[in-house]
C-alpha cells in the first residue's frame, strides 16, 4: 500500500487504499502525491523534518500534512485540483518558478506558519492565512487570484517590481512591509496599463491590529479604498494614478485603538498600522487600554476624547501646532518631564510621580489638575486652575506666602492620602456662577487652609468636612455656605458682598468679624467671637434663628464691638 513508483526524476506515493501514507525519508528530485487510486482520501505526512525536494512539488489529490514541518522546494509548488497542503507552525519554503494553488486546491494554514516564494503566486482555489506570514523573497514578482494575507512581506536591496493582477482582489489583514532602499525603489503595479488593482490593508476578523511599513516605493494604479490610508515614506507615485495613498508624506491622521496593549511605539495599536510621526495628527479616544509613551514624541496635532488617557510616564511630549484635551480626558505625568503640553480650557492633567519635585513640571496654569501619585510637589510660582483641583493622593505644597493658588471649579483632598501643606500663602476660589465646593478632608495640618478669599460670583459650599482657616477669611464674592459644617477662622473674616449662610453649625471666628456688606445669615446655628476679637460692622445685615456670641476662653478677656451706621438684625 505505502509503495511508490519511480518515473525518470519523479517519486510518485500513489496508495492503492486510503490509508495514511508516511513519505519517506529521503532527498527528492521532483515529487507528486496522489490517492486518485486509493478510493478515499488520503494523508500525506513526511517522516522526518525537512522534507526535501530539489526540483517541483506537485499535490496531485489528498492532503500533504506538513504541521510543524519544514518543506524546502528548489522548483515549483503544485497544488492540483483535488490536492490539499496544510501546515500549521512550519516553514514553507519554495524557490522555484511559481506556486500554483488549481481550481478547487488548498492552501492552508492553521498557525503562525510561514511561506517563502522566490517566484510567482497564483491563487485559482483556496488559500487560508491564519495568522502565517508569506515573504516574497524572490526579484521582480507577479501575485494572481483573488488572495487574503495575514502578514504579507516583501523588501529588495536593487530595484525590483511586485506586480498586482488588475482583475482580483488583494487584501492584508495585519502586517503589511513593502520596503525598496535609496535609489532602488520597490515598484508596486497593476498588471494593467490602465486599470486599477484593490490592495488593502484592513484589521481582520482576528482584531489584532494592523501594522504598515512602506519605504522607497514607487507606487502605480493601486487602489486602497477599502482599506486604511498608506503612508509610505521616501516614496513616488504616477500622478493621480493612485486611491487613498498618501505619497507626498503630508501629516496623516491617526487614531489609537491599543489593539496590542498600551506601547505607544507598537504600530499594531494605531488605525493606519504606523507609529506617529511628527507631522502626523492625533486622537486618543476612550479605550480599554491606554497609550503610555516609552520614549519621546512629537506630533504636530493631538486631541485627548472625553474619557480618553494618555500617559507620559517620564517621557517628554510635544504637541507643535494645536493640543486639544477635551473634558474628561487626561494626560497623566510623573513630574519629571520637560517638555509636555497644558490645556487650560478643558481637560485634565494628572500627576503620578512618587519623588519629590520643586515645581509643577506642565507649568502653573491648568483647567482640572489632578494629584494622584505618592510623590510630593512644591510650587515655584502662583497657580491657576481653571476649574477642578483634587489631590487624591499625594502632597501639595504652596511654598512661600507670596504663593496663591485660584481655584475656578471644585477642591478635594483626600482625608486618608492628600496632602496640602498651606504654609502662609492664599487660596482663592473665584468660579464666575454656579457652586464650586470644598471638600478639605479634615481640619488637620495636612487639610487646612491658611489665607482663603472667595472673589467669585458663584457659590462657595462645604462638603462632607469641616473647614479650618489658620489666616484670613475674606467673602467678597458670591454666597458662602457653610452647609452645616462647622468653621474655624483664626484670622480675621471679612464679608462684604452676599450672604455668609453657617446654617446649623458653629463658626467660629477667632479672629474678629468684619461686617462690610452683604448678609451674615446665622441659620439655625450660632456664630463665636472669641476672646481678642473684634466684630466690625459698617454695612450689611443679620439674619437667621441662630445666635452671636462672644466669649472668652481667659479671664478678662476683652471684646471690641465697632459699629458704624445702623445694623439690621433680623429673625425670621
Do not use: C
Amino acid at each position: 500500500n505505502n509503495a511508490f513508483t519511480t518515473t525518470g526524476s519523479t517519486i510518485i506515493y500513489k496508495p492503492a487504499s486510503a490509508s495514511p501514507t508516511t513519505i519517506g525519508n529521503v532527498t527528492y528530485n521532483h515529487l507528486t502525491l496522489d490517492d486518485s487510486a486509493s478510493g478515499g482520501s488520503v494523508t500525506f505526512t513526511p517522516a522526518a523534518t525537512p522534507l526535501t525536494v530539489g526540483g517541483d512539488l506537485t499535490v496531485i489529490d489528498g492532503t500533504l500534512s506538513m504541521t510543524t514541518n519544514t518543506a524546502n522546494v528548489t522548483g515549483s509548488l503544485v497544488i492540483q485540483t483535488a490536492g490539499t497542503l496544510s501546515a500549521s507552525t512550519g516553514t514553507i519554503d519554495v524557490n522555484g518558478s511559481s506556486l500554483n494553488i488549481n481550481g478547487s486546491g488548498i492552501l492552508s494554514f492553521s498557525g503562525a506558519g510561514n511561506l517563502n516564494l522566490y517566484g510567482n503566486f497564483t491563487n485559482q482555489g483556496t488559500f487560508t492565512p491564519n495568522t502565517s506570514t508569506v515573504t516574497l523573497d524572490g526579484l521582480s514578482q507577479t501575485l494572481s487570484g483573488t488572495t487574503g494575507f495575514y502578514n504579507l512581506t516583501k523588501i529588495v536591496t536593487a530595484a525590483r517590481t511586485l506586480t498586482l493582477q488588475d482583475t482580483a482582489t488583494f487584501t492584508v489583514t495585519n502586517n503589511l512591509v513593502l520596503k525598496g532602499t535609496a535609489g532602488n525603489l520597490l515598484t508596486v503595479t497593476s498588471s494593467d496599463s490602465t486599470e486599477k488593482v484593490d490592495f488593502d490593508l484592513v484589521d481582520g476578523a482576528e482584531n489584532d491590529g494592523i501594522s504598515q511599513d512602506l519605504n522607497y516605493l514607487h507606487v502605480i494604479r493601486i487602489d486602497s479604498a477599502s482599506g486604511v490610508q498608506m503612508n509610505p515614506l521616501n516614496s513616488t507615485e504616477v500622478a493621480s494614478s493612485n486611491v487613498n495613498w498618501n505619497i507626498t508624506g503630508a501629516g496623516a491622521s491617526l487614531s489609537w485603538d491599543g489593539d496590542q496593549g498600551t506601547n505607544w511605539n507598537n504600530p499594531s495599536n494605531w488605525s493606519l498600522g504606523f507609529v506617529p510621526r511628527s507631522g502626523d495628527t492625533v486622537t486618543i479616544p476612550d479605550t480599554s487600554l491606554d497609550p503610555t509613551l516609552f520614549s519621546t514624541v512629537t506630533v504636530t496635532n493631538l486631541t485627548i476624547y472625553p474619557s480618553g488617557k494618555l500617559i507620559l510616564n517620564g517621557n517628554n511630549l510635544t504637541v507643535s501646532t494645536t493640543y486639544d484635551n477635551e473634558n474628561g480626558g487626561t494626560l497623566s505625568l510623573t513630574g519629571t518631564e520637560t517638555t509636555i503640553p497644558v490645556d487650560t480650557n478643558s481637560g485634565t492633567t494628572e500627576y503620578t510621580g512618587t519623588g519629590t519635585y520643586s515645581e509643577l513640571s506642565g507649568g502653573n496654569a491648568y483647567y482640572n489638575l489632578t494629584l494622584n501619585g505618592s510623590g510630593s510637589w512644591t510650587l515655584d510660582a502662583p497657580l491657576v486652575v481653571n476649574n477642578d483641583l483634587t489631590i487624591t493622593k499625594g502632597s501639595l505644597n504652596i511654598y512661600s506666602n507670596d504663593r496663591t493658588i485660584t481655584v475656578g471649579g471644585n477642591w478635594f483632598n483626600d482625608v486618608t492620602n492628600g496632602n496640602f501643606i498651606s504654609q502662609s500663602g492664599t487660596v482663592i476660589f473665584n468660579k464666575a456662577t454656579g457652586t464650586q465646593t470644598i471638600n478639605s478632608g479634615g481640619t488637620d495640618a495636612n487639610h487646612d487652609f491658611n489665607h482663603m478669599s472667595h472673589s467669585g460670583a458663584g457659590t462657595l459650599q462645604l462638603l462632607t468636612n469641616a473647614l479650618q482657616v489658620n489666616g484670613n477669611l475674606t467673602n467678597s464674592g458670591g454666597k458662602f455656605d457653610a452647609f452645616g459644617l462647622a468653621s474655624t477662622v483664626t484670622g480675621l473674616t471679612t464679608l462684604s458682598s452676599d450672604t455668609y449662610l453657617s446654617s446649623s453649625a458653629i463658626q467660629t471666628f477667632n479672629g474678629g468679624l468684619t461686617l462690610s456688606g452683604g448678609t451674615l445669615n446665622t441659620g439655625t446655628g450660632s456664630v463665636s467671637i472669641v476672646n481678642s476679637g473684634n466684630w466690625t460692622y459698617t454695612s450689611g445685615s443679620v439674619t437667621g434663628t441662630g445666635t452671636i456670641e462672644f466669649r472668652t476662653t481667659a479671664a478678662g478677656g476683652n471684646f471690641n464691638i465697632d459699629i458704624t451706621g445702623t445694623p439690621t438684625f433680623s429673625q425670621p
